[in-house]
């Protein structure tokens, strides 16, 4: 079993999807099994996306409060619903969304050799309490995956295939390294923002290089220890979960405004030279 995760603000968008009901890639739409509805009033996917939404307006903070993963078991293995439905409220509970406190809405997908399902999460949850984090999340799931084969009796994926740069030494230190400071410094209760977290990063001996779109905001994030590159995927931190992690007001800057150049002062030399013009007829 292996899973895949991203997030969005659409929860219509992403419930039509997991139901079945968007056309794509020229196929015709395809009603999928709901499998599991937690802490949701069962409907269309329309319905209970506005019940999601409203609850994901408890946060302010949180400005992409949907969470898709979908959950792949290898291809010829035989799952049940039942081993459906326990991996999908498994797989909340490790992740930190059980289904007491989030809203989790699953779908069945048939539409390709290997079973698989679609599970929908609301981060926010229901308490307006701490909402499920996305940092670390590479690493996390394929332990999570393996616990919950172990678990139900299911067979593991293969691991995924690594290059010689992921198992030498020297980088996977520096990786190490680099997420145990990133991870401390964005949980402070200091934490100010991009330029603090570079400042900080720097006395740790730690260079951070954002990029930014036109708008100003963070797009991506890279560091360096030791003459080791880490890109912020490789420690769990991404330009989009970092904007999420800053105060508010810290994750979405926008660019300074250009101001006008103010006129040049009147030299000398322009003074003479406008003595010396030839003046116009008097009208």
């Not at 490790?94 to 007491?100: K, M, N, Q, T, V």
């Not at 691991?159 to 680099?178: F, L």
């Not at 560091?223 to 508010?248: D, I, S, W």
Request: with cysteine; aromatic share 4%.
């Amino acid at each position: 079993m292996i899973a895949k995760t991203n997030t969005g603000s659409d929860f219509e968008g992403a419930l039509t999807y997991g139901a079945g009901q968007r056309k794509g890639r020229g196929k015709e739409p395809e009603d999928a099994p709901l499998l599991v509805v937690a802490n949701v009033i069962p409907g269309s996917p329309k319905e209970m996306a506005q019940d999601m939404q409203a609850v994901a307006r408890l946060s302010k903070k949180i400005q992409k409060p949907v969470w898709h993963t979908v959950l792949s078991w290898k291809a010829g293995e035989d799952v049940t619903q039942e081993q459906k439905v326990a991996a999908a409220r498994r797989y909340c509970e490790l992740i930190g969304a059980p289904i007491d406190r989030h809203q989790v809405v699953v779908y069945e997908h048939r539409d390709k050799k290997h079973a698989h399902v679609h599970i929908y999460i609301n981060r926010v949850p229901i308490d307006a309490g701490p909402a499920l984090r996305t940092d670390n999340n590479f690493y996390r799931q394929p332990a999570i995956t393996r616990q919950i084969s172990q678990e139900l009796g299911m067979q593991p994926l293969p691991e995924r295939r690594q290059s010689v740069a992921d198992t030498d030494p020297t980088r996977q230190k520096a990786r190490e390294i680099v997420r145990e400071a990133v991870k401390q410094l964005v949980t402070h209760p200091e934490n100010a923002g991009k330029q603090w977290l570079q400042e900080q990063l720097e006395q740790r001996g730690i260079s951070t290089r954002y990029k930014h779109d036109n708008g100003g905001v963070l797009r991506g994030v890279s560091f360096e220890l030791n003459g080791v590159a880490v890109t912020g995927q490789q420690v769990g931190y991404k330009a989009a979960q970092l904007r999420e992690l800053f105060p508010v007001g810290q994750d979405n800057e926008q660019q300074l405004p250009i101001l006008p150049t103010p006129p040049r002062p009147i030299q000398d030399e322009d003074k003479e030279a406008s003595k010396q013009r030839p003046k116009g007829p008097r009208l």
